[in-house]
């Protein structure tokens, strides 16, 4: 997929000024209003759905302290004198650290963590207290949460507590994001790990959580479908007076959407719009898969048309990838609390927010009217979309028209072994161009083979396959368990 051409300025810019600024009451007619029914009112309703005016319990209301002298307890005298190999490690470790925090892509956090394991045990105590805290950080700076950096950081957390030391509520707010989201789905497991995490945060080790805590647990409790926890967790932190910030209002939006409550999302998102918060495509993209959710296709795609005409700038899309957009976000939150403090600026911040659909709002959509629907028509136009606004190809959307194969599939249906075979080829043309944020995974090969074992005989599933292992760099576990996912499919055919 093509870049944008050089006569557009900038083309790596994340943050396009263009067009007129959008203005509150244009901002509110992105999402189709039907009432006027507050966030309060539809939270109300998830918590007592007859309407039985309940008597709301009190609390709890905890007092805690975090001081700065546990913070920053040294663990030594800085004139004691140390071991000349224990000073290499500790200082080789120092420049691995602020390597990291400065220039994260130069050096991976396995590689801070085996420096650290080199320093003699007890480790961290080793350490003063700034590197000790630059530790964590820079351990908890990674692209994406999995169980190897989650358990990185859980045993460097192990060590910090174990030694006496105190952990900052910032510490104690990435543990509890290491263990809601090193895995894709979160399930009550989860959510009991981030309770038990806050449980020891506020009662053993006496730091208030802050507002982040408790957007990390409304998250998870949301996802996974424990909605009286999330309507708790919500009301404590209105009672211990927190204030919205932009991952509030999204994950309130994210909430109703999984409650199946399309009017609580309009509410949701005219709260955000309301309380000054900028808008722009990622807030977008969640009100569109809420809507989805709630089965308002309709609504869904009047909202994708006002995104595609929002902008002309919106046709050079640069390639956004997770740990810029992470950075893009914090703009947007800096920006909204200087338009709180100085009005008169918001509508040049709203003016900089990007608003036209991105790669995220084509893998909502393919997905929902792919896999969910199978509506082959649709799908074909978001795809032609996509190049129309230079969305660069990704894995997702492929990952997605694979099993919409596999699911929708079959004589005499819209997705036929000639489409099939199509999107199969300009799969391979990607692979073959080294298409960025596309590979074969295991899910990508099973979605693959599980498509053509719609409609292919045994020789054309091993070539298929003989494709796939050619381009796929196996080790032995997964090479076994391809092959008996294979076997499995064969029979089938044979039959």
């Known amino acids: 997929m093509q870049t944008a051409t050089s006569t557009v300025p900038q083309p790596d810019s994340h943050f396009v000024i263009y067009g ?3 203005p509150v009451d244009k901002l509110l007619e992105f999402v189709d209003q039907y009432d006027d029914s507050s966030v309060g009112e539809h939270l109300d309703f998830v918590h007592d759905p007859y309407m039985r005016k309940y008597a709301r319990p009190d609390g709890p209301k905890l007092t805690v302290s975090d001081r700065r002298e546990d913070v920053m307890l040294e663990p030594f005298d800085s004139r004691q004198r140390q071991d000349v190999e224990e000073t290499k490690a500790v200082e080789d470790l120092r420049v691995a650290v602020l390597t990291k925090l400065k220039r994260p892509a130069q050096i991976d956090s396995e590689r801070v963590y085996a420096l650290y394991q080199e320093i003699p ?6 350490l003063p207290a700034r590197l000790r805290h630059q530790l964590l950080a820079a351990l908890g700076t990674i692209e994406r949460k999995d169980s190897k950096s989650m358990l990185r950081y859980f045993a460097v957390v192990a060590d910090v507590k174990n030694s006496g030391f105190s952990l900052t509520s910032y510490e104690w707010n990435t543990a509890m994001s290491f263990a809601t989201r090193y895995v894709g789905t979160s399930t009550e497991v989860e959510t009991e790990a981030a309770l038990h995490i806050w449980r020891e945060m506020e009662h053993d080790a006496g730091v208030k959580a802050n507002e982040v805590t408790f957007n990390i647990l409304f998250d998870v409790a949301s996802k996974a479908g424990n909605f009286t926890l999330a309507e708790m967790v919500y009301r404590e932190m209105i009672n211990r007076g927190y204030t919205f910030n932009r991952y509030h209002h999204v994950s309130l939006i994210h909430f109703f959407g999984l409650k199946q409550n399309g009017s609580g999302v309009r509410a949701a998102y005219r709260h955000m719009v309301e309380a000054g918060e900028i808008i722009d495509t990622i807030t977008l993209n969640c009100v569109l898969s809420s809507l989805l959710r709630c089965g ?3 609504s869904a795609e009047r ?14 899309i640069p390639d956004r990838n997770y740990t810029i957009q992470k950075s893009i976000t914090k703009v947007l939150m800096m920006f909204a609390r200087l338009a709180k403090a100085h009005p008169d600026m918001r509508p040049s ?10 790669l995220q709002t084509y893998r909502i959509l393919v997905n929902w009217y792919g896999i969910r629907l199978g509506n082959l028509p649709k799908v074909a136009q978001f795809l032609d979309e996509m190049k129309f606004f230079r969305v660069p190809l990704h894995g997702a959307i492929f ?11 079959g004589p005499g249906s819209d997705w036929s072994a000639q489409r099939l075979e199509s999107v199969w080829n300009a799969f391979l043309n990607a692979l073959d161009t080294k298409t960025e944020g596309l590979h074969i995974s295991t899910w990508m ?3 693959i083979l599980r498509a053509f074992s719609r409609y292919s005989d045994r020789e054309q599933m091993l070539d298929i396959y003989e494709a796939l292992r050619s381009r796929w760099n196996l080790d032995l576990v997964n090479s076994q368990f391809m092959l008996d996912f294979l076997n499995k499919l064969l029979p089938k055919k044979r039959q």
Request: overall charge negative; charged content about 25%; proline content about 6%.
């Open 20 to 22: 007129p600024a959008q």
């Open 303 to 316: 909202l994708y048309e006002k995104m595609k005409n929002s902008t002309e700038a919106g046709r050079n």
């Open 445 to 447: 090969a099973m979605a």
């Open 399 to 409: 990952l997605a028209l694979f099993k919409s194969f596999h699911i929708h599939g």
């Open 349 to 358: 911040f709203q003016h900089a927010a990007l608003l036209a659909p991105d």
């Open 296 to 298: 308002e296709e309709e």
């Open 121 to 126: 045990e007890p480790r961290i105590s080793h």
